[in-house]
């Protein structure tokens, strides 16, 4: 039942910065996990942070983009840095669980926050 809000996603230039952030309708003390999806291509889970404020991301965004959460405002936060043309998709921020070292995603889903970036 937790509502979520993406938003700060936009158009910018190769090697140029976004921040994303996903509002929280209920309680914020979850792990949760920010999703992309280009055109055509699978889903691929860019980063997550874990209950305790562990934070993992994927090989293609590490050292570029970084996860928290805004416990004062309720916000789970992506930070994107020195963004690729390959960062371009629809980035969708989740709330779930962590069964071992895999992320397991709540199934409802909002309407995310579209990234395109140009060379």
């Known amino acids: 039942q937790v509502q979520l809000m993406e938003s700060g996603g936009g158009s910018v230039q190769a090697g140029e910065s976004l921040t994303l952030s996903c509002g929280v309708s209920?309680?914020?003390?979850?792990?949760a996990g920010w999703i992309r999806q280009a055109p055509g291509d699978q889903r691929e889970l860019v980063a997550t942070?874990?209950?305790?404020?562990?934070?993992n991301y994927a090989d293609s965004v590490k050292g570029r983009f970084s996860i928290s959460r805004d416990n004062a405002k309720n916000t789970i936060d992506l930070r994107m840095s020195s963004l690729q043309p390959e960062d371009t998709g629809v980035y969708h921020c989740t709330v779930g669980t962590f069964i071992g070292a895999t992320y397991h995603p709540n199934e409802s889903w909002g309407q995310g926050t579209q990234v395109t970036v140009s060379s």
């Open positions: 942070i874990s209950r305790d404020g562990t934070t």
């Open positions: 209920g309680s914020i003390f979850t792990a």
